[in-house]
């Protein structure tokens, strides 16, 4: 699968988890850290561990491990690092705190409204 495949497959298998405020950043452009920050919020550190479990476990299926996974014992901040593809995780509240949007503001976003149910 190729970085943008992936990216998909995590936003949709985020969003079957009833994940938050999903966001792609594309970061090919302006760092050498991978192509693709995806980053969602959970209500809970059991649904944000929940999420992770359910990406591991799909994407696992498809032939894709992490290179590393990072934070799930305290589950505020949850990292997978699929090399190319970047997944943050975020209890809500730890979501506001440390803003990755906005440090990372010059990254585009990719449209993934095809991808998410609408509330």
């Known amino acids: 699968m190729t970085a943008l495949e992936i990216s998909r497959e ?10 938050a405020d999903i966001k792609v ?8 850290l991978g192509d693709y920050f995806v980053v969602a919020s959970g ?3 059991t649904q944000v561990k929940a999420m992770a479990d359910e990406l591991e476990f799909q994407l696992k299926e498809k032939g ?15 990292v997978l690092d ?20 906005r440090l990372w503001s010059d ?13």
């Open 82 to 101: 699929y090399y190319d593809v970047i997944i943050h995780l975020f209890y809500e509240q730890t979501r506001q705190f440390y803003s990755l949007e």
């Open 25 to 32: 950043l594309e970061i090919k452009d302006i760092s050498s």
């Open 64 to 78: 894709v491990t992490p290179k590393r996974v990072e934070g799930y014992q305290s589950a505020a901040w949850i």
């Open 10 to 19: 995590v936003v949709k298998l985020l969003d079957s988890k009833k994940a």
């Open 107 to 119: 990254a585009p976003l990719l449209d993934i409204s095809d991808l998410t149910h609408s509330d």
């Open 43 to 45: 209500s809970s550190t």
